[in-house]
């Protein structure tokens, strides 16, 4: 960002989750809070007046819900990227909410760490889904081998521990005080692995590692 502030937009309609948002975000010094909406409607007029980097917006909101905010706002201010904040964790909202545009999912119970994380991601215009969600949606695969399309390309042996990492549900950061490496590496190791095994996101790196038995492999 060149030394300016990633500004971020909170959509939720319980004044007490924007405020803890607000303290979250407002407290690192990379991060700012420019506006504040109660419900989708006055979300995507503040989206469109303002045009944040980031919309953090719940997808259950009065008057217009997450989802359709998200597919308004890729409509006619596709710079902003949408991350959806939820209570519920249901597979089918994180399917619709990727499906809609939104370059992020996390549930409102996650780490403070993982919704800075989150935002900081989607500023840079990669994808951020909740560790809890990747784990849940993944482990489905633990007991039942998939055909997946394997790599072109090897993976180095750093890029394995990486995806196994992030397959175990592993943020960024966990991952670097794992490997004793920086956030910036673990982020330039999935920018490689997302190249490699051609998947958009975290869950596509973990659905590839179980379903390549890397998870297997000592």
């Known amino acids: 960002m060149n030394g300016m502030k990633t500004r971020v937009l909170l959509a939720d309609d319980q004044v007490s989750i924007r405020t803890g948002f607000r303290r979250i975000l407002e407290a690192q ?3 700012q809070v420019v506006g504040e909406a ?16 980031v919309l953090l917006a719940d997808i259950r909101m009065p008057e217009m819900n997450g989802l359709e905010l998200t597919r308004e706002v890729m409509q006619s201010t596709p710079s902003v990227h949408v991350v959806i904040v939820t209570t519920f964790d249901l597979d089918e909202y994180v399917h619709a909410a990727l499906g809609a545009g939104a370059c992020g999912f996390l549930l409102k119970r996650s780490r403070s760490a993982v919704l800075i994380e ?22 489905r695969f633990r007991n039942r081998p998939l055909v997946v399309h394997q790599s072109s390309e090897l993976l180095t042996k750093r890029e394995q521990e990486v995806a196994r990492l992030v397959a175990e549900g592993m943020t960024n950061a966990d991952i670097g005080a794992e490997l004793f490496i920086s956030a910036g590496t673990v982020k330039t190791h999935l920018a490689h692995l997302q190249k490699k095994l051609k998947v958009q996101n975290r869950v596509g790196i973990a659905a590839w590692v179980w379903g390549s038995g890397l998870m297997e492999e000592p």
């Open 118 to 139: 989150a935002v900081r991601a989607a500023a840079a215009g990669d994808s951020m889904i909740s560790p809890e969600i990747t784990t849940r949606l993944l482990s």
């Open 29 to 31: 010094h990379d991060l």
């Open 38 to 53: 109660e419900n989708g409607v006055t979300a995507l007029a503040a989206t469109r007046s303002l045009v944040p980097d």
